[in-house]
């Protein structure tokens, strides 16, 4: 172990600042790439919602200052019903956020490189011993850990990502003003951060209103190209034309305006997770599947990632001797799927049952949500099959036979 630093990242997203700001802080000598220019840092990647929740700002130490509005409730809604539940949560100035997890990870001394694109590992023996990036430039570290979302430059080229095109979910949102949050007939969504399943605005995915102060929000849209995309989506539509069509027809947006340069684009990918680590190599982030699978949450998921995999690279790096090989790394295989995915299979299905469903099911599940106690619908989302159980019966089996003979093609 006699690299030019202890660990080297490629990527300054969520994933990868964090777990450079909890190796900093432990002492390692961290450099993270980046392929953006500082001066426009995160001008390229500033792709996310950024709903969050106090957990995450708590757990990670994230100040208030990076929020642009606390909201009090998450309503779901359906074509034609909507169900509101009590939640505390933060929608974040995501640039902010990224640019305050710089700052603190280099406070901590963390390096960060930026226009430094990483384009392939640098192997030894068959095992990654460092990064080429911006052209012929090297870096050597004991650890390599790939940061850059689902192009995976370097988690690729080592065979660890398995992303599949078909998994593939792509979102776009625009920052509105001028909407009437409180619109008869509607969920008033003041403070609030709404999802809306409904197939005539997101075929295959789902679309969503959070709310940021005064008449602003984040609006958008998000699929997957599955089954209900194909039978549901409109002849030459693309992603947006379908925010657009939502905008135009939906009266809580008759008055809103787009803010100027408050345009995002983003994707993940939806699917089992496969190999997420191998000798002296993690990857993190959305470079695996990290994203949450049911309601599309990715910060909180890719900051535990980003963590988990300093908790096991520091395994290795605080004892002298103790090679990051696979089986010594394999710690992270483990925090991931305890704390980054829990119940992961059994969430997917749910994935699988909510994106595969009618409209017409869709409003039924918000009367059996208005109808059940609040904790069905939490431990259901935590991946409780006992309380899945609850939100389906007899006129589901259909959808269930599709349902799995989809998962077959997910898992092959």
Known sequence: MNGDCDVVIAGAGPAGAQCARDLATRGYDVVVLETEAEDEFPKQSNKSTAGTFPSMMASFGIPDDVVQQFTESVVL?????????????????????????????????????????ATAPITEGGEPVGVTYSGSEELYADIVIDATGPAAPLAKKLGVSDLKRENHAIGIEFELEGIEVDHPGYADL?????????????????????????????????????????????????????????????????????????????????????????????????????????????????????????????????????????????????????????????????THLLYLASNDRYDDLMADLNRFDTDTLAQANKGSRLALAKLLGVRDLPLIARVLRARRDWYN
């Open 77 to 117: 809604e359906s074509p034609n019903d909507y169900y509101v539940q009590d939640q505390p949560g933060a929608v974040l100035d995501f640039g902010k956020f990224k640019r305050f997890l710089v700052e603190d990870g280099r406070e901590n001394g963390a390096e960060y490189r930026f226009d430094s694109r």
């Open 190 to 350: 003041t403070d609030a951060m709404m999802l809306r399943l409904d197939h005539d605005i997101a075929p295959g995915g789902y679309s969503w209103i959070f709310h940021t102060g005064a008449d602003t929000a984040k609006v958008g849209v998000c699929y997957i190209q599955n089954e209900s995309h194909h039978q549901h989506g409109r002849d030459n539509f693309n992603i947006d034309d379908y925010l657009q069509h939502w905008i135009d027809t939906d009266p809580r947006f008759a008055n809103a305006e787009r803010i100027e340069g408050r345009q995002h684009r983003g994707s993940a990918h939806i699917q089992p997770p496969g190999q997420i680590h191998t000798d002296r190599f993690m990857a993190i982030g959305d470079t695996v599947p990290t994203v949450d699978p049911l309601w599309g949450e990715g910060i909180h998921t890719c900051m535990k990632s980003g963590r988990a995999a300093a908790v096991a690279a520091d395994s290795c790096l605080k004892h002298g001797q103790i090679e990051p090989t696979a089986d010594n790394l394999a710690v992270y295989d483990t925090l991931w799927h305890r704390d980054v995915a829990p119940n992961v299979d059994t969430r997917l299905l749910m």
